[in-house]
Every structure is written in C-alpha cells, then in structure tokens.
C-alpha cells in the first residue's frame, strides 16, 4: 500500500520543490493525476466547470461531499482536500467546524480549504485545534463575487496589499498547513511567500509561490474560460467534438457498430 501525503507533509515542503496541485472533481480524473499530484483539491469550482452554474456561490454541501467521495475512490496517494461552500463556515466557529467534521468523516478526506476574508482566522484557529486540517485562501476569493462585483485581480491599491497580506499572515497563525494565494501581482505573491512560515499554493500568484494550483478542467481546455494566469496543457473539447463527430458519422452511415462490435449467436 503507498502512503498517502498528509498535512504535515506538505507544510513541511515549504520552500523546497514546488507543490503540485491541481482540482478533481471525479474518480476516473483523480486515477490519473494521483500519479502526478502532491495534492488534489475538491475545488468548489465544480459548480462552475461541471454543474454549468454561473458562479460558486450556489454549490452546496451535498455536492462537494459527493465528489469529494468520488475522487477519494481514485486518489491513492495525494492529499485530498475538500472546499467548504459558500454559507457552511462563514457564519460561527461551531457550524464551521460541524460541516467539516461531516465532510472529513462522509469522504475520508484529509482537510478543507475555506477562503479567508477578515473573520475567517478564529474559526480556522477553532477548527485546527479540534483536529481538522485546514487551507486558506486569500487574495481572489471567488466566493465574494457579490461583493466585488466579479472576478478581478487582487492587491493592486497599497490598502489592499496590505490587508491581503496581513490575513495570510493571520491565516498562517491559526494554524492553516497551506494557503492559496489567487489571482494577486507578483511582488504581493512574494512577500506573502516570504512573510508566512507555510507553503503558498498560487494560482494566477507567479511562480515565487512554494507550489501551483490550477483548475484541471481549464489546463485542459475543456471548460472554455481563459483567464490570463491559465496555460493550456491540452484541448481537450476540440478533442471530445472530434470523437462525437467521427461516432455520429459512423452511425448515420451505418459504419458503427460493425462485426467486431456485435455478438453471434451460437451455434446449434
Ligand atoms: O475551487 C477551486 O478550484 C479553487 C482553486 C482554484 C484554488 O479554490
Ligand atoms: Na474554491
């Protein structure tokens, strides 16, 4: 049996060879980047990239505890983290830390991630205390898009630097292993990086993070959003459109299925 990466492990990595870390949100997808990942996150951007709502604020516990269980079924050996949903952590330490409870025991993951505005520090500080891992998530927070306005680069005014540095700092101090740093230049990225004792995990944060994050379904070009900060490693619509376009021409011609693909009766 292989050893699974636990939270110690990767703060311990903090400033050594960069963490990768990418979503998943199914089993099949986690199999395949469990060979390659540090550590995969159950990311709440599964509402957007394949539930097709127009943001993250209407996912609910019930769907990231059921892909949380379905990518536990294909991880073996990266840490699985759970995103919290908008409205299960924000409100009080104890319901914060009753949904985690329900997440880490319903999937068998090993922590959640909460994306941390001004109050968000005590209730990680309540959580980590009581046994649950937990990841931060500072600068872009795709959660207050009803807030901001949209999603849009973070910490470009000095008041703004400041404060997003001062809750990773406040993050790091209750006791989170990890934090995302999104979508925030890349002096801010640094600094942070430099001013907090655990790994920085960026995403659109330069690579002076002490490890990387993407949306798999973005890398892959199958969700069709581009922001700046995603590379696309593959094109995987134009591919899946290829694969349907060849099977619907085969069936419309009567090529599919041909005797290869069909069964005989037997004989007598
Ligand atoms: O939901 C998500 O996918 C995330 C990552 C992009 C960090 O929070
Ligand atoms: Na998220």
Known sequence: ???????????????????????????????????????????DSLGMVVHGLPNTVGVTMEMMILHGQAVMRGARKAMVVVDMPFGSYEGSAETAYA?????????GCQAVKVEAGPTVADTIAYMVQRGVPVMGHVGLRPQAINVDG??????????????????????AEAGAFAVVVEGVAEGLAREITQAVEIPTIGIGASAGCDGQILVTDDMLGLFDWTPKFVRRYGDLRAEIGKAVGAYAEDVRARRFPGPAEIYFAKAG
């Open 1 to 43: 049996t292989v050893k699974r990466v636990t939270a110690p492990d990767i703060a311990a990595r903090k400033g050594g060879t960069p963490i990768v870390c990418l979503t998943a949100y199914t089993t099949p997808v986690a199999e395949i980047l469990d060979d390659h990942c540090d550590l995969l996150l159950v990311g």
């Open 99 to 107: 949904n985690a409870v329900r997440i880490l025991k319903e999937t």
């Open 150 to 171: 949209g999603f849009k680069a973070k910490g470009r005014g000095a008041a703004e630097r400041k404060r997003i540095l001062d809750e990773a700092k406040a993050t």
